[in-house]
């Protein structure tokens, strides 16, 4: 049975349950949700997810939603990127939902997906600070670990990478953060990594940005 | 063994942790984290927890945080609080740790801990914004419903109700929320409910506010 996943590209938080099932070999297919078109508030999606929010995962009867729900479904099934201590996988789950893509996801919107003159400059500003102390967390646990848990890649990996490969700036400059670079070359050596533009439907490109 | 729990009063994550050992019958005491301090910054913090962040839990040999991993913790040992759809139950821990209490938190900070000509008014507006929009989600999805998930308590709804009993304004008047005001007094009926200036240390008052 194929999974769809309702995910559109410029979402990091889609692109954690996208990259989690492409590299598990899982069948799944993308369902584009135009988010920049108030999709996900219209009714027929919040009969999906209450929440308003993608990724939703539908398979069969089973509707998922939160990236880290559909990733512990996979890797459950799959049994891959579960190696290693369990508490640790998820506290950085947990972790990487609040101060990492959830900071950086609402961070990037504000910079990029707005027009330039509604830019409310202080929230991006306090914003930022935010983001940046969770880059400072996650840059010292990788000074001198190849993955976040253990001796290999786990859905941790997979989930706080979800926004460092965009190219659109949120504050984030990889030559500033070496041992966060040197850990996404190594997810992006992963067999069939892909880019989030390149694994999900929709790019700022297709609205003219 | 004891367990001991790195907490603050003014902590709602810390309460979603202290609140599932209290209800739980759970053995366990707190131990203050001067916050306000800046202890969670210091080494000796940073050591126990490289986050930076309460709540910590310290079970012999087990160092935990995140709230949500010491709940799940917790109730795997005891076996309460997790009648249900188990993805059911952590989608709503994974979109408190974001949505509700990770912004509730925050704003609340803004908006009554820091000095009121240094509150950063429009990051103040944006926050709000987006804790309107979470707990409309809360109080859609409980309305008609006693409890977040299935027929009785679960630790869905000891997250989602972190922030939610402080007197401080952070943009929640329970009357403007009828299902969330109802299902805040079903919770603080269960035996051994108290509220989080009661059942951990550390309240404004006692830093003169």
């Given amino acids: 049975m194929t999974a769809q996943l309702y995910c559109f590209g410029e979402s990091g938080n889609a692109y954690k349950a996208a990259l989690t099932m492409e590299l598990s070999g899982y069948d799944w297919e993308p369902v584009w949700v135009d988010f920049f078109g108030g999709a996900q508030r219209k009714p027929e999606f919040l009969a999906i997810n209450e929440m308003g929010e993608a990724p939703v995962m539908v398979e069969g009867d089973l509707t998922l ?9 996979v890797a459950g099934k799959t049994g891959k990127f579960l190696d290693g201590d369990r508490n640790e996988i998820l506290r950085w789950l947990f972790w990487d939902g609040q101060k990492g893509t959830g900071q950086q996801g609402a961070l990037r919107f504000l910079m990029n997906f707005i027009p330039a003159e509604k830019r409310p400059q202080e929230a991006i500003g306090f914003l930022n600070g935010r983001v940046q ?19 290999t890649t ?5 989930a706080c990478c979800g926004y460092l490969y965009y190219p659109e700036p949120f504050g984030f400059d990889r030559k500033d953060f070496p041992a966060i670079d ?5 997810i992006a050596a992963l067999p069939g990594w892909k880019h989030p533009y390149d694994l999900m439907p929709g790019r700022p490109s297709d609205r003219g940005l």
């Avoid at 786990?154 to 997979?158: F, G, R």
């Avoid at 040197?182 to 190594?186: E, G, N, S, Y």
Wanted: a negative charge; charged letters at 20%; hydrophobic letters at 55%.
């Fill in 65 to 73: 939603t939160q990236s880290s729900v559909i990733m512990l479904h």
């Fill in 133 to 151: 102390a969770a880059l400072k967390t996650l840059e010292a646990h990788l000074a001198g670990r190849s993955w976040m848990v253990g001796e």
């Fill in 154 to 158: 786990t859905l941790a990996d997979l």
């Fill in 182 to 186: 040197a850990w996404l070359d190594r």
